[in-house]
């Protein structure tokens, strides 16, 4: 499987993004997902993740109740949607799919994931 990351973008503080990542491979759907992200000078870390069937999800406590992840395992896509915005998440964002046998329903680590897409930058300004 190969992941393609997008919907990144420069915003205010208060706005909205949504991210996308498009998988290739008929298999997406039986992948937990996960989007993470990395600041300058900063470890890589969860934000969200999510159930293979979208049924269960993970958030990180900075993000709880601002962002919303999703899958549509339909179109072989994740999102990531993510409401009123703070300058503290601005960082390159990552999606990453665990291809692995899986005996949870999500993943938290990064080294729980074996495919990762290229990042998209989120920059929020003040």
């Known amino acids: 499987v190969q992941l393609q990351a997008s919907g990144g973008g420069l915003v205010q503080a208060g706005e909205s993004l949504r991210l996308s990542c498009a998988a290739s491979g008929r298999t997406f759907s039986s992948y937990p997902m996960g989007w993470f992200r990395q600041a300058p000078g900063k470890e890589r870390d969860i934000v969200a993740a999510?159930?293979?069937?979208?049924?269960?999800?993970y958030y990180a406590d900075s993000v709880k109740g601002r962002f919303t992840i999703s899958r549509d395992n339909a179109k072989n896509t994740v999102y990531l949607q993510m409401n009123r915005l703070k300058p503290e998440d601005t960082a390159v964002y990552y999606c990453?799919?665990?291809?692995?046998?899986?005996?949870?329903?999500?993943?938290?680590?990064?080294?729980?994931?074996?495919?990762w897409g290229r990042g998209t930058q989120v920059t929020v300004s003040s």
């Open positions: 990453a799919a665990r291809a692995a046998r899986s005996s949870r329903y999500y993943y938290t680590q990064s080294t729980e994931y074996d495919v």
């Open positions: 999510i159930s293979w069937g979208g049924s269960t999800t």
